[in-house]
């Protein structure tokens, strides 16, 4: 079965700091972009960031931008989200998802990750 384990989420104050792991559970997502989304209670899932398979072409959401950073180590079929300065408007679900092509809307990506809960404090 084919799917995302995701980590790293977590509670921690204002202007703190966390990184998001996704983990492929086996080769499947070779040649795919992966990218970050979250939703926060009441609210529709938005877009944080993306990368493209070999790294060259990352993309994020205007609210983050400056703060996180996405990167990627292919080796170990793994993507990160380095969250810096963290404000408690970043607290929401996390969820990494894979696609073939670089976007930045969810309903583009057909395979996607249990999701993990960011709690920002103030």
């Known amino acids: 079965q084919v799917q995302l384990v995701e980590s790293g989420g977590g509670l921690v104050q204002a202007g703190g700091s966390l990184r998001l792991s996704c983990a492929a559970s086996?080769?499947?997502?070779?040649?795919?972009?992966m990218g970050w989304f979250r939703q926060a209670p009441g609210k529709e899932r938005e877009f944080v960031a993306v990368i493209s398979w070999s790294g060259g072409t990352t993309r994020y959401a205007d609210s983050v931008k400056g703060r996180f950073t996405i990167s990627r180590l292919n080796a170990k079929n793994t993507v990160y989200l380095q969250m810096n300065s963290l404000k408690p408007e970043d607290t929401a679900v996390y969820y990494c998802?894979?696609?073939?092509?670089?976007?930045?809307?969810?309903?583009?990506?057909?395979?996607w990750g249990q999701g993990t809960q960011v709690t920002v404090s103030s």
């Open positions: 998802a894979a696609n073939l092509e670089v976007r930045t809307t969810p309903s583009a990506y057909k395979y």
């Open positions: 086996e080769r499947a997502f070779s040649g795919y972009a």
